[in-house]
């Protein structure tokens, strides 16, 4: 919103401008008409193309590889919805006290819930959880 208003400024600015230099044809009668109108249009171009450089903003956004969940191995694994939301939250970095909050669980609900996606997976670790999960293309 700031940027706007700055812009609008700078328009009237521009403006206010114009019309002074149009005073100033009748105080210098030698000069005339077309070159107050020139330098009006000079002036207004290199406003224009300081201002377009001034607000010109180019965000430069890093995207990953889209991985597209592999539906079927989720099946073969017999992996259930809620175990794949605790895997998904294990994969971003929750405790279990954390995941246990987010999905209105017990904490010993996720520890059941990850011993057995441990079982599943055929791991012994969280991280390992999530390094297979992830060569399973189960989770992004």
């Known amino acids: 919103m700031l940027k706007v208003i700055l812009r609008f400024g700078l328009i ?3 403006l206010l401008i ?3 230099l149009s005073k100033m044809s009748l105080f210098i009668p030698d000069m ?4 107050i109108v020139g330098l009006v249009g000079a002036s207004f171009i290199g406003l224009g193309i300081y201002l377009g450089l001034k607000f010109r903003k180019v965000e430069v956004v890093e995207v990953g590889p889209i991985v597209e969940i592999d539906q079927v191995q989720i099946q073969n694994l017999g992996l259930t919805e809620r175990e794949m939301e605790v895997l998904q939250l294990i994969s971003e ?4 006290v954390e995941i246990g909050e987010r999905l209105f669980v017990s904490e010993n609900t996720i520890k059941t819930h990850v011993s057995n996606l441990f079982v599943k997976l055929d791991v012994k670790r969280r991280t390992q959880a999530v390094t297979r999960a992830k060569e399973l293309r189960i989770i992004a």
């Open 32 to 35: 005339s008409s077309d070159l």
């Open 18 to 20: 114009l019309f002074q």
């Open 93 to 96: 970095g929750y405790s279990n």
């Open 12 to 14: 009237i600015a521009a």
